[in-house]
C-alpha cells in the first residue's frame, strides 16, 4: 500500500500549484501551442515551459512538434474531471461569496469537455504523442 500512497501523492502534487491549474484550465478544451497557451495564462516563457515540462514528465500532458512549435493537450482527463468536481464542490459550499462563486462556476463550466454527438472526444482522437501514417 505505501506504493500506491506515493503514486497518490505525485498525482496530487502536480495539481498543488496554482499556476499549474492555471495551465490546465487553458488546455481543457483544446489542444495549443506553447506561445497559445502562455497569452491565456500570463506566464513568462521560462516559468510556462517548465511547468508544462513538469505536467508533461507526470503524465498530464501530451505534446507534439509541428515544425518549431510544440503542442500540449490533457493527456489523462481524469485530471480535468478532477479539477471540475472540486470547483463545483467548493462552489456549494461558497455562500455569501457572490464575486468567488462567479469565478468557480465560470471555471467549472469552462472545464467541462466538448462532446459530439454525445462521445468522449479524447477516445476519438489519436495521442498527440502519437504519429498518424499520412495518406498520399
Known sequence: MHEVFESVARYFSVLGEPTRLRILHALCQDEKCVNDIIQAT???QANASRHLGLMYQAGML????EGTQI????????YVELCRTVSI???SRTE?????RENLTHFAAEMQPR???G????QSQPPANR????SV
Not at 71 to 78: G, I, L, T
Open 42 to 44: 500570463g506566464l513568462a
Open 62 to 65: 501530451s505534446r507534439r512538434r
Open 71 to 78: 503542442f500540449y493537450k490533457v493527456a489523462d482527463p481524469m
Open 89 to 91: 464542490q467548493l462552489i
Open 96 to 100: 455569501g461569496a457572490s464575486a468567488t
Open 115 to 117: 462532446t459530439s454527438s
Open 119 to 122: 462521445s468522449n472526444p479524447t
Open 131 to 134: 504519429k498518424e501514417k499520412a
